[in-house]
């Protein structure tokens, strides 16, 4: 990959002093690091965009699914589910 732009930022002097010494120690240049530490976040923002978009989805299928009337209530499911538990604690 070319490496034909630059990046220009500000920050403080204090927090670049940290980051050189920490770079220079990890014997890699500081402009590596700062690629890296790039790459990984667009990484990580891609697949947490990915992940709402699948996560929305699902909830979208749920709801499409309610609307179609196949689903149940809440109060069906906490009356079904109190119903067993009474069961289970009431067994010989």
């Given at each position: 990959?070319?490496?034909?732009?630059?990046?220009?930022?500000?920050?403080?002097?204090?927090?670049?002093?940290?980051?050189?010494?920490?770079?220079?120690?990890?014997?890699?240049?500081?402009?590596?690091?700062?690629?890296?530490?790039m790459?990984?976040?667009?990484?990580?923002?891609?697949?947490?965009?990915?992940?709402?978009?699948?996560?929305?989805?699902?909830?979208?299928?749920?709801?499409?699914?309610?609307?179609?009337?196949?689903g149940?209530?809440?109060?069906?499911?906490e009356?079904?589910?109190?119903?067993?538990?009474?069961?289970?604690?009431?067994?010989?």
């Amino acid at each position: 990959m070319s490496k034909e732009a630059v990046f220009t930022m500000k920050l403080e002097s204090e927090l670049r002093d940290q980051f050189m010494a920490e770079a220079e120690a990890s014997h890699r240049p500081a402009s590596q690091v700062l690629r890296e530490l790039m790459r990984e976040f667009v990484e990580k923002q891609r697949q947490t965009r990915e992940y709402d978009d699948f996560l929305a989805s699902k909830v979208e299928a749920g709801r499409a699914f309610m609307r179609a009337g196949f689903g149940r209530s809440n109060d069906e499911v906490e009356a079904k589910f109190a119903a067993r538990r009474a069961g289970a604690t009431s067994a010989p």
